[in-house]
């Protein structure tokens, strides 16, 4: 049936033999090869940005989507009537990372070295939306300890308190400690560093790397779906992976070691990153999230999935502590090649 999104594809140079849709997109066999036709939220000066970087990456011999231009060479293709905007990319079919398989995990560590490694070089302007506040961590980390505070605040108040309320309270005052206690040596390493270093340790984030978006096709890894990116400090990207995998693994010490290993053989780290890397796994976030979740659902009915993965978050405590204690002596002392050999010994 002729629709919108097939009005919209009559815009670009391409033939279109077949469409299906997916997730929230129009996936389309064409004469160019596979396509994707997406909904585009950002700006246009952000989706002309993200053509440039892809191209660049492109040239570098980097694995990843592409921006197809109209017929007027435009990157965003506009539906007037609903006023919405689309983008047209060059796609991968292929397997996403799968986070069972040890070498999917570092195949995509590596990837976003790569990423990370390859930007650096871009000679292009970065626009200033782009761009985080330089204490956005420390601002944020500071907004969740006021919000972890303002839940404990809620439930002590509380006369009759549910499974999820008296659990979250029995560990609350541990892992607030944790939490102050990561943001304290965050706002003195950011007292610390010099600007060259702030500077160095700044670059193109991804912005949600996740295993959902590293596809292996045909033998090859690609990245895809860039629309979060933002110009802040690199390992955050590392950070976030780095938890969501562990999570999964239980805290593994030699898997969480062998992940760090594979992305500094690539992009070596300086040591305030590997600190800056540390105070990030530290800070309790699944904790926070947790919490978060709880203080915007509907507090007379609690979920079993919200006391299982509070229950989760404290049987995993111990594997954590474990992993953060090693971390902790890989950064303060950078003994790589020790940490490396011993990984399988945890």
Same mark, same amino acid.
């Given at each position: 049936?002729?629709?919108r999104?097939e009005?919209?594809l009559?815009?670009?140079k391409?033939?279109?033999r077949s469409?299906v849709?997916g ?6 066999d064409t004469?160019k090869?596979?396509?994707?036709l997406?909904?585009?939220?950002g700006?246009?000066e ?9 191209e660049?990456?492109c040239?570098g011999g980097?694995s990843?989507?592409?921006i197809v231009?109209?017929k007027e060479e ?9 006023n ?8 991968y079919l292929g ?6 398989n040890?070498d999917?995990?570092?195949?995509? +560590?590596r ?12 000679k292009?302007?970065?626009p200033?939306f782009l761009?985080?506040e ?7 980390y ?6 972890l505070?303002?839940v404990?605040n809620?439930?002590?108040? #509380? ?10 309270m029995?560990v %609350?005052?541990?892992y ?22 702030k500077k160095?340790m700044?670059?193109?984030c991804?912005?949600?790397y ?6 292996n096709?045909q033998?090859e890894w +690609?990245?895809?779906?860039?629309e ?6 690199l390992v955050q990207?590392l ?5 969501k995998?562990?999570?999964k693994?239980?805290w ?15 992009? #070596?780290?300086l @040591? ?5 890397? %540390?105070l990030?796994l530290?800070y @309790?976030?699944k904790?926070?999230?947790i919490?978060?979740?709880?203080c915007?659902?509907?507090k007379s009915w609690i979920s ?17 502590k474990q992993?953060?204690?090693?971390l ?10 020790i940490?490396?050999?011993n #990984?399988?010994?945890?």
């Amino acid at each position: 049936m002729y629709n919108r999104e097939e009005e919209i594809l009559e815009q670009y140079k391409v033939e279109i033999r077949s469409t299906v849709k997916g997730r929230g997109a129009l996936c389309c066999d064409t004469d160019k090869g596979t396509m994707l036709l997406k909904e585009f939220r950002g700006s246009g000066e952000r989706a002309v940005f993200l053509h440039d970087i892809l191209e660049y990456l492109c040239d570098g011999g980097f694995s990843a989507e592409t921006i197809v231009l109209s017929k007027e060479e435009e990157v965003l293709v506009k539906d007037e009537i609903n006023n919405t905007s689309y983008l047209l990319k060059n796609w991968y079919l292929g397997r996403e990372c799968d986070v069972r398989n040890r070498d999917d995990i570092l195949a995509a +560590v590596r990837k976003l070295a790569e990423f990370h490694k390859l930007t650096a070089g871009y000679k292009g302007t970065i626009p200033e939306f782009l761009k985080a506040e330089q204490d956005s961590l420390l601002q944020e980390y500071e907004r969740h300890n006021r919000e972890l505070n303002k839940v404990k605040n809620y439930i002590r108040n #509380k006369n009759k308190k549910n499974e999820f309320e008296m659990l979250f309270m029995k560990v %609350y005052e541990s892992y607030k400690n944790q939490a102050r206690e990561v943001t304290e040596q965050l706002k003195k390493q950011s007292a610390d560093l010099g600007e060259e270093v702030k500077k160095q340790m700044r670059g193109l984030c991804h912005g949600d790397y996740n295993q959902h978006n590293v596809l292996n096709s045909q033998g090859e890894w +690609v990245l895809l779906n860039f629309e979060q990116m933002t110009y802040d400090i690199l390992v955050q990207d590392l950070a976030n992976f780095i938890r969501k995998i562990l999570e999964k693994y239980n805290w593994n010490t030699g898997l969480g070691i062998e992940m760090i290993t594979a992305y500094d053989n690539i992009r #070596k780290m300086l @040591p305030e990153e590997l600190e800056q890397l %540390y105070l990030r796994l530290a800070y @309790p976030k699944k904790y926070w999230k947790i919490a978060n979740h709880y203080c915007s659902s509907r507090k007379s009915w609690i979920s079993g999935r919200d006391i299982e993965k509070l229950e989760k978050v404290i049987e995993q405590e111990s594997s954590r502590k474990q992993f953060l204690k090693m971390l902790f002596y890989f950064t303060t002392q950078g003994k790589y090649d020790i940490l490396y050999e011993n #990984k399988n010994q945890t």
